[in-house]
Structure formats: C-alpha cells, structure tokens
C-alpha cells in the first residue's frame, strides 16, 4: 500500500532559523511527488514538482530534494508569511485515474 | 487564466440530507478531482472524472458520487449523509497525462449536524 509520511507534525522557528521538513515514502511506481502549502481553511497551493532522485528545484526560500525513499523541503531564514501547513504527495494511480496519496502534513510557525 | 472555484464555501446539513458541491476546472484543464479533508490530516482522494466519466476511485462508499460535464465543470454529489462527512471537500484540475500538477480550488466546508 502507497504511504506518505511527514515529519515533524509541528515546527515553530524563529525569523530566519533555517530548517528542513522530511516527507518519506513508500510507493509501487513513482510518477512524481509533490509539495503543496496550505494556509488554515484554504485548498491547497502548488509549491514543487520532482520526478526522480537527485532532482532539486527551488522557490524563494524554499528548496525542495528528492531521493529514492524520501523528500525535504528546506526553508532558508523564513518569514512569519512562510507559516502554513506544507503537505507532500505522491502521484500513483487509482484504475486509470492518477491520483495523490498525502501526507498529514507538517504545520510551520515562524515566530517575529 | 481563471482558477479553479468551488461553490457553496460553506454548507451545513443535518445526517441523513443530500448534497451537492460544485467545481469549475481551471481554464483548459480537462480532468477533475475530489479530495476530502478532515481536520489535521492530508486530503484523502475520492475519485477522478476524464472525459465526463469516473476513471479511478478511492476507498469511498457508492453514496459519494460524481458528474463531469462537456465544459469540465464537476459535481460531487453525497447521499445519506453521515456525521463523519464533516470535512472539506476539494476539488483538483488537472491536464490528462502521468505527472501533471493538480490544482486546487478553495474548498467547501461541510458539517453535518
């Protein structure tokens, strides 16, 4: 069965302590994994796309990695507008839908 | 280029009542999902349209049900509701094809009393 879990649950930093959120998986055919940030009562907002080990793409202060069996977003000197849940997924399928299995996500405080 | 929009934003229903939410895809986005969400955890997928028919599901009971329609807007449609189906619902558009972001919409908020 695919599976996605994140850690930490929680994470409160300072202003520009720079940090990392795990995202590990266990998936039959990954076809791509995904980071998305949600603010509290908001649908969810595309940040990241990776396709296989070894790839990085960066946003901002964000840097999302992907290796065989996990992903990390790393967030360098975050802003208290950085606070948000980040939820990671992975893209497998369902019949022939491509569905995203998530992770419960890990919920960021950057504290002023 | 519009996103995608979900109607009622919020929607309270007591057990046993019916509902409909609403979802217009992202401009030229031709596949549509539904997700539901219960509070602190991740979304848990409950089926896909393509092409105006159902073509994945997930462990969701019959009384989830859908419709995609020729524009690629979407209904999502729950019968004989439960307490449990207090969440927020949803919906993702995406192009066809394997590893094609999903876009989300704002959610409907639904509790059922």
């Known amino acids: 069965e695919d599976q996605v879990t994140q850690s930490p649950e929680a994470l409160r930093l300072q202003e520009g302590e720079s940090s990392s959120l795990n995202c590990s998986y266990t998936v039959s055919g990954l076809r791509g994994l995904f980071w998305y940030r949600q603010d509290p009562g908001k649908g969810p907002e595309f940040l990241f796309t990776?396709?296989?080990a070894g790839e990085e793409k960066e946003k901002e202060r964000l840097k999302a990695t992907l290796t065989k069996k996990e992903s990390f977003l790393h967030i360098t000197a975050p802003k208290p507008e950085d606070s948000a849940t980040y939820l990671c997924a992975v893209q497998t399928y369902s019949g022939s839908a491509r569905q995203l299995t998530f992770g419960s996500g890990t919920q960021l405080t950057v504290l002023p | 280029e519009t996103g995608v929009t979900q109607s009622p934003t919020h929607l309270i229903k007591t057990r046993g009542q019916q509902v409909t939410l609403r979802c217009s895809s992202q401009?030229?986005?031709?596949?549509v999902s539904w997700y539901q969400q219960a509070l602190g955890q991740g979304p848990q997928f409950i089926f896909q349209?393509?092409?105006?028919?159902?073509?994945g599901r997930g462990n969701f009971p019959p009384r989830f049900s859908g419709l995609q329609f020729p524009n690629y807007s979407s209904e999502l449609n729950v019968n004989a509701l439960e307490l449990d189906d207090s969440a927020l619902y949803l919906c993702a558009s995406s192009l066809e094809g394997p590893g094609e972001t999903q876009y989300f919409g704002p959610g409907t908020r639904l509790l059922v009393l």
């Open positions: 349209y393509y092409r105006e028919e159902e073509n």
């Open positions: 990776l396709y296989s």
């Open positions: 401009s030229g986005h031709n596949t």
